[in-house]
């Protein structure tokens, strides 16, 4: 086979198995020292969220992201994968990733900014669907439980310093 029909083959298998991604609930605590307010719905597979910053959001914040599978009908998650991002640097990042595609398609339904520092003020996110396209062909489907931890510092030591966590539940549905 070309080279040129491999290109093609990988360009179209992620289509081949397409598969929805339905959001369905969740849940968000934040650290009063970085937001007045943040709120996050989700309603009919669409997620909305909106934050009023008292602080800057400077390079160095990271999130850490939890992709969990549900074993059967219990209540028990197995991690599928996990990754600490540097947040600031995810657009600039010249290695295309699924959070990088994830954060691109928010950018276009909200006000988030492109750069750091984040200055303080209104931000939010209305209306966004994850786009079937941008769902990683490689996941089986089932139920999800997606958590992101957002911080400064080292997770989990004395010098971590909390920002944010959403948890997200969702269902991957052959399409
Ligand atoms: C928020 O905090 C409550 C109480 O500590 C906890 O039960 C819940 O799981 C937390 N939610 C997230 C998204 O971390
Ligand atoms: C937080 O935001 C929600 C929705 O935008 C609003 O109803 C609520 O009054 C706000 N709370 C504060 C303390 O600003
Ligand atoms: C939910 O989304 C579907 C498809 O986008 C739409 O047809 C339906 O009216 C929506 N329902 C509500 C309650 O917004």
């Given at each position: 086979m070309s080279k040129l029909c491999a290109i093609i083959w990988l360009l179209f298998l992620p289509a081949i198995g397409a598969k929805s991604l339905i959001i369905q609930t969740g849940e968000c605590n934040f650290s009063r020292k970085y937001y007045e307010n943040f709120t996050l719905s989700i309603v009919n597979n669409s997620?909305?969220?909106?934050?009023?910053?008292?602080?800057?959001?400077?390079?160095?914040?990271?999130v850490f992201i939890d992709f969990e599978i549900s074993l059967g009908n219990s209540k028990n998650y197995q991690r599928v994968f996990a990754h600490i991002i540097d947040v600031c640097g995810i657009v600039s990042s010249?290695?295309?990733?699924?959070f990088k595609s994830w954060f691109e398609?928010?950018?276009?339904?909200?006000?988030?900014?492109?750069?750091?520092?984040?200055?303080?003020?209104?931000?939010?996110?209305?209306?966004?669907?994850?786009d079937s396209r941008l769902v990683p062909h490689y996941l089986n489907v089932g139920d999800y439980r997606i958590k992101s931890h957002f911080f400064y510092g080292k997770q989990k030591s004395k010098h971590e310093d909390f920002v944010l966590d959403i948890i997200v539940y969702a269902q991957l549905k052959p399409s």
């Amino acid at each position: 086979m070309s080279k040129l029909c491999a290109i093609i083959w990988l360009l179209f298998l992620p289509a081949i198995g397409a598969k929805s991604l339905i959001i369905q609930t969740g849940e968000c605590n934040f650290s009063r020292k970085y937001y007045e307010n943040f709120t996050l719905s989700i309603v009919n597979n669409s997620v909305s969220m909106d934050m009023i910053t008292i602080r800057k959001l400077q390079r160095g914040i990271k999130v850490f992201i939890d992709f969990e599978i549900s074993l059967g009908n219990s209540k028990n998650y197995q991690r599928v994968f996990a990754h600490i991002i540097d947040v600031c640097g995810i657009v600039s990042s010249v290695r295309n990733n699924i959070f990088k595609s994830w954060f691109e398609s928010m950018l276009q339904h909200g006000n988030f900014m492109y750069n750091c520092p984040v200055t303080e003020g209104h931000y939010f996110l209305h209306d966004w669907k994850l786009d079937s396209r941008l769902v990683p062909h490689y996941l089986n489907v089932g139920d999800y439980r997606i958590k992101s931890h957002f911080f400064y510092g080292k997770q989990k030591s004395k010098h971590e310093d909390f920002v944010l966590d959403i948890i997200v539940y969702a269902q991957l549905k052959p399409s």
